[in-house]
Every structure is written in structure tokens, then in C-alpha cells.
């Protein structure tokens, strides 16, 4: 290998390089907590967050549809999937959770790429878009002694900015594949140059995270089976956020269901039992933090309301997104609503959107971090914060 092969391989080898030395990520973190969870794929809402009371809905799915019988009573109107009885209806009875039906974007593309990029980016349709400049990026940038991370192999569109922001994969939890001696090495050849303080510091973040995660997984695995997925990603995140990062986001793919999702069982509700698990132990983990923490889980788009030909659905509009959090007012479906009929569906196919994604996480930070409309417009050009009083 060439020196400058082995230089290349050895940089992207660090997972959490730090484009500004100067920044430590002591311990402990303070203030409130936020985390963003991206459910790449475009979930099926109205087979989660089920419209119990809505006869259009039984109509419109004769094989999919989740019984009034089956679904966990929320409200009159409002079901949830069974699948997620001992990890989420838990916290809905403690009302550390509400759900937003009716969310998304004004973006109509139905193009996961696109509208993935448009939540990601925060940024108006109309004009040109700073690929840039993400929002979580300018969340980071507005308050005041954050410490951000991105649970990703890669730094996701939410994070571009001019601030340095780490990300970590959570596939394994094996020893770093660069350490001791070989870690030595790569920081030597950058001696004296411009990146030498950020690969020393990504070392060390590095080092930590280990150590962290080590421990907490070995007292974990007394006579118990190993978490998988989301359910370990979610133990591995919760040990970070509690101690050193408060401003976070993830991404879970798999819930692009066009073939033969399921209903009560089967696919969808084996993805979406694996979430809500992994969004209960996230709460565990996180102890008495979880009362200062805000969970936010969306997804680029709904599904169509009707069921298609292969007992699946096709790429929507409106979703259900959730808040969740220890200090939340929840127990309650949140934001505007009409009923579930056909008269209301957007283009006679899918939920409309009532609820913009922009103003209703603006309105978190506006009501958890105390951030002025000026800020607010920094992070959300040309929307307006939406008070669901969740806060």
C-alpha cells in the first residue's frame, strides 16, 4: 500500500474525527436532550397509529387492517398495533408519549431520495437547496454548548455544516479497528500537520465510546439473550446520550412494505416490535435522563391508505410521528386532525399533511430549549413553530 493509500484508509478508519480540536466532550453533558430517529423507508402509519373508529379503514384494507379487537385502545378513534403492547403502550399509559397523526412535508414527490432530503435539509421547496446545510446542523449551531452526534456510519444530511459534527456506526460492538500501536502510528505520519489535533481527539472519543459500551453490555448479558438491531443500537445510544452527548440522530431502515407487510403479525409488526423495544430500552437506559430527554421518531412519507394488489402498500403522503420523552405531556394524539374518510384523503390516496414537520419540531425547540423566532428562522427558513403543547 502507498503512503497516501494508507493516509486515506487510516482517516476514514477514525469514526469520530473532529474537524476542530479544540472541542472536548467532557463528561457529564447538561441541559435538555434531544434525539432524532429516521425511519428510512417510509413506515405505514395508519397500520401503527390504527383509526380504530374509521369504517373506511376496515374497507380499504381487507387483509391488512389490525381488528378493533386486537388494537390497543388509545382513545375513541385512535389504536395502536399489538406488537408494541409491552414497550411503547407502556409509556403511552405514563404519558411519556403522544402521536402526531397527519405529519410530514408539503414535498410530493413520493421519492424516498427527495423527500428524505427535504426533512433532512429543513430548507423551503420552492428555491434552491444548500446540500450544505442541515437542520440538525443549525439546531447545534443555535444552542449553546451542545455536544452533537450522528448514531451513522456516515454524517447524515441532517448534520452538514460548517460545525464538525462525529458519527459512529452501532453494527458492532467489537474493539475498534484502529487502536493501540496502529493508532499511534496513524496520528505520527499526521504530526505537525493541520488534522493531526482532530485525528488525536477522534482517537480518544473513540477509546471512550468503547470503554462505555463494554461495560455497560457485560453487566447487561447476565443469562440474557444478546439485543439485536435497534434493540442494541438503542441500549449502545442511550449510555452515550446519558453521559456525553445531548443532541443526537439515528437512522432504521427496512419499512418500504410493498409485498405482504402483515398486520397483526408478520413483517411490519415484527420491524415495528423491534422498534418499539429498542425505544423502551432507550428510555431504561437513559435513567433519570429520560426526563430530560425528547425523542422525535419520522419518517419521509406515509403509505397509501388502501392496500394494493400485493397485500402491501405503496409510497404515501401524511404520516404518525411520535414524541417521546420522560417530561412530555403525552398520553394524547397531538396536533390537527380531520377524520379518516375518503372526502379526506390527499388525492384520493394517501393522509394529507396538517402538520408540518418544520413547525412541529420547531416547536419543541421552542418550548424545551427556549430559542427565539430569529433562531428558529435560522433553522427553519420560512416556518412557523407549531405549539402542540408538549411541552
Known amino acids: ?141 443555535a444552542l449553546a454548548g451542545t455536544t452533537p452526534i450522528a448514531f451513522t456510519g456516515t454524517l447524515p444530511l441532517s448534520f452538514r455544516g460548517p460545525q464538525p459534527i462525529p458519527n459512529i456506526a452501532l453494527t458492532s460492538t467489537g474493539k475498534p479497528g484502529v487502536a493501540g500501536r496502529n493508532a499511534e502510528l496513524i496520528q505520527s505520519m499526521y504530526q505537525g500537520q493541520e488534522l493531526a489535533p482532530a485525528v488525536a481527539e477522534g482517537f480518544k472519543v473513540q477509546d471512550q465510546v468503547y470503554q462505555a459500551i463494554s461495560a455497560e453490555m457485560q453487566a447487561a448479558n447476565r443469562d440474557a439473550v444478546s439485543p439485536k438491531g435497534f434493540e442494541l443500537s438503542a441500549r449502545r445510544i442511550g449510555i452515550l446520550m446519558r453521559e456525553q452527548f445531548n443532541l443526537g440522530f439515528v437512522d432504521v431502515g427496512g419499512w418500504d412494505t410493498h409485498v405482504n407487510q402483515g398486520g397483526a403479525d408478520g413483517y411490519l409488526a415484527n420491524r415495528i416490535g423491534e422498534l418499539g423495544r429498542g425505544l423502551a430500552l432507550l428510555a431504561t437506559t437513559l435513567g433519570p435522563q429520560w426526563d430530560n430527554t425528547i425523542v422525535i421518531v419520522v419518517s419521509e412519507f406515509g403509505r397509501t391508505f388502501r392496500e394494493n394488489g400485493d397485500r402491501g402498500t405503496d409510497h404515501g403522503h401524511g404520516s404518525v410521528y411520535w414524541v417521546l420523552g420522560g417530561g412530555i405531556k403525552g398520553g394524547r394524539m397531538a396536533g390537527r386532525q380531520v377524520a379518516v374518510t375518503q372526502a379526506n384523503l390527499f388525492q384520493d390516496r394517501d393522509w394529507p399533511v396538517l402538520n408540518d414537520y418544520r413547525s412541529l419540531i420547531g416547536g419543541v425547540l421552542q418550548k424545551s430549549y427556549g430559542l427565539n423566532q430569529a433562531q428558529l428562522t435560522q433553522i427553519f427558513p420560512s416556518a412557523q413553530p407549531q405549539d402542540l403543547a408538549l411541552i
Do not use: C
Request: proline letters at 6%.
Open 1 to 141: 500500500m502507498q503512503r497516501r493509500q494508507f493516509l486515506t484508509s487510516a482517516a476514514t478508519a477514525v469514526p469520530l474525527l473532529l474537524g476542530n480540536a479544540g472541542r472536548l466532550y467532557a463528561l457529564p453533558v447538561s441541559g435538555p436532550r434531544l434525539l432524532v430517529v429516521f425511519l428510512r423507508g417510509a413506515y405505514d402509519a395508519s397500520n401503527i397509529v390504527i383509526p380504530v373508529s374509521s369504517d373506511f379503514y376496515y374497507a380499504a384494507r381487507p387483509n391488512l387492517a389490525i381488528a378493533r379487537s386486537a388494537a390497543l385502545a388509545l382513545d375513541n378513534e385512535w389504536g395502536l398495533h399489538p406488537a408494541l403492547k409491552e414497550s411503547i403502550y407502556p409509556l403511552w399509559q405514563k404519558k411519556q408519549v403522544a402521536f402526531v397523526p397527519f405529519a410530514g412535508t408539503d414535498d410530493t414527490s413520493r421519492s424516498h431520495f427527495e423527500t428524505q432530503d427535504t426533512i433532512e435539509l429543513g430548507q423551503p421547496i420552492a428555491g434552491t437547496r444548500d446540500y450544505r446545510s442541515g437542520f440538525l446542523s443549525r439546531t447545534a449551531a
